[in-house]
């Protein structure tokens, strides 16, 4: 029996084994993962945010619980953050390209730095209204998403499909905790402050946050690097 105190890492660190085999097995795409995973992982540094508002989980040297802060979450946000990123071009195979010059002075551009950075904008301006931290999170994902879209309609489709692909990934990951930590997420998520509302033992918020995300960063790479 694995010890309560050690799930989380565990299951953050086995976010890194797909991660390093797709690092490993598709050299044309280790630039874009390591840059998306470098810019996701400060972002474990919000999990203050949401300990215990959203959930509580155990974690090493009992971090989370008496800071807020925890090494998990640095890990966890590591690992989903260049899988996001290139799960699209490695499903269909496909490789991004520069967009042309001529094309970076369409007018839809003039509106580039906003678009990728809206959901920082937006997650302060939301997350102080009466609701669980989570939903701000999500707020701002999905109006990153659409504003990614607006401003690059090319990304559309590798938003969408990027979107789902992640939700997938993530729910195994999900279905895997539950196997191997029977009733974990019963325990360490705070059901109570939730919708309540769960697709078998997954909370409809972990699902939004997986579609979420995996929109947001599937196009966030070729947005800022101007590729298409």
């Known amino acids: 029996m694995i010890s309560e105190q050690y799930i989380w890492f565990i299951w953050a660190s086995i976010f890194l084994i797909p991660w390093a085999f797709v690092y490993w097995l598709f050299p044309l795409h280790r630039r874009a993962m390591l840059w998306a995973s470098l810019f996701t ?3 474990g540094l919000t999990e203050p945010l949401f ?68 959901p920082f904008i937006i997650f302060p301006l939301v997350y102080f209204f009466p609701w669980n931290p989570i939903y701000p999170a999500i707020v701002a994902m999905i109006v990153g998403a659409i504003a990614n879209i607006l401003c690059r309609p090319d990304l559309k489709r590798k ?53 979420s995300f995996g929109m947001y960063w599937s196009g966030v790479y070729e947005h800022i690097t101007w590729r298409e």
């Not at 807020?68 to 946000?77: A, K, N, P, T």
């Not at 071009?89 to 580039?112: A, G, I």
């Not at 191997?180 to 972990?206: C, H, K, Q």
Request: glycine share 6%; aromatic share 18%; net charge negative.
């Open 51 to 118: 300990v215990p508002e959203y959930w509580s989980p155990p974690s090493l040297f009992n971090l989370a619980l008496t800071t807020g802060f925890d090494i998990e979450s640095l890990i966890f946000c590591f690992g989903i953050g260049g899988i996001a990123a290139v799960f699209y071009n490695v499903f269909t195979q496909k490789l991004s390209l520069p967009v042309p010059n001529s094309e970076r002075q369409y007018h839809l551009h003039r509106h580039h730095y906003k678009a990728i950075f809206a």
């Open 159 to 211: 938003t969408w499909i990027g979107g789902l692909l992640f939700l997938a990934y993530y729910m195994i990951f999900l279905t895997g905790l539950e196997l191997t930590a029977p009733d974990y997420i019963d325990r360490v998520w705070n059901l109570d402050a939730l919708s309540g509302i769960s697709l078998w033992f997954m909370p409809l918020e972990e699902l939004l946050f997986a579609i």
């Open 41 to 43: 992982m400060p972002l």
